[in-house]
T-cell receptor, first 114, second 109 residues
């Protein structure tokens, strides 16, 4: 079975540019999570969806960040405009209903904002 | 809110040494507890879990026991290999997963 698929794996952009990260969760999973990982802050939950509906976005750092899940097989995390402090690895993860805690992670998108 | 605290690293060991990574939790209810592992350049993977007090999770030679009396879930492995070099995260869930800061483990041949 295919795991969680993220793209791009690496992104280098300049400050002020728009960045879009993409995620395809495992088929049949009802929950989708976006995490950010940095050396300073560790692993932070940004937002999660249940059945395509955003449930908790309290971890989204500011209005420059937005996330959508238009259908069960696709989600995006957008940063506009990007800033150097947004440089991090962004992970998408998915899980099944009733198995909260058993997350399947993608390989991550490493973002560098110059 | 609910949280976990795990020992700071980095931890450096020789092959075949015994590994322990301490994890304690704070929770108002009865959360499930997890250990995740992250190998270099990869996403996190579930290593083991325990859903109630006195449960022991085990996988790939790693073990952890859910201790309600000490609010702990320490990870142990009796004989580590170079391939166990990774970052290990303790986590708990009530309705969403909360991760510890991670412990970097390096095993030398």
């Amino acid at each position: 079975d295919a795991g969680v698929i993220q793209s791009p794996r690496h992104e280098v952009t300049e400050m002020g540019q728009e960045v879009t990260l993409r995620c395809k969760p495992i088929s049949g999973h009802d929950y989708l999570f976006w995490y950010r990982q940095t050396m300073m802050r560790g692993l932070e939950l940004l937002i999660y969806f249940n059945n395509n509906v955003p449930i908790d976005d309290s971890g989204m750092p500011e209005d420059r960040f937005s996330a959508k899940m238009p259908n069960a097989s696709f989600s995006t995390l957008k940063i506009q405009p990007s800033e150097p402090r947004d440089s991090a690895v962004y992970f998408c993860a998915s899980s099944r209903q009733g198995e909260t805690g058993e997350l399947f992670f993608g390989e991550g998108s490493r973002l560098t904002v110059l | 809110g609910d949280s976990v605290t795990q020992m700071e690293g980095p931890v450096t060991l020789s092959e075949e040494a015994f590994l322990t990574i301490n994890c304690t939790y704070t929770a108002t209810g009865y959360p499930s507890l997890f250990w995740y592992v992250q190998y270099p350049g990869e996403g996190l993977q579930l290593l083991l879990k325990a859903t109630k007090a006195d449960d022991k999770g085990s996988n790939k030679g790693f073990e952890a026991t859910y201790r309600k009396e000490t609010t702990s879930f320490h990870l142990e492995k009796g004989s580590v290999q170079v391939s166990d070099s990774a970052v290990y995260f303790c986590a708990l869930t009530d309705y969403k997963l909360s991760f510890g800061a991670g412990t970097t483990v390096t095993v030398r041949a």
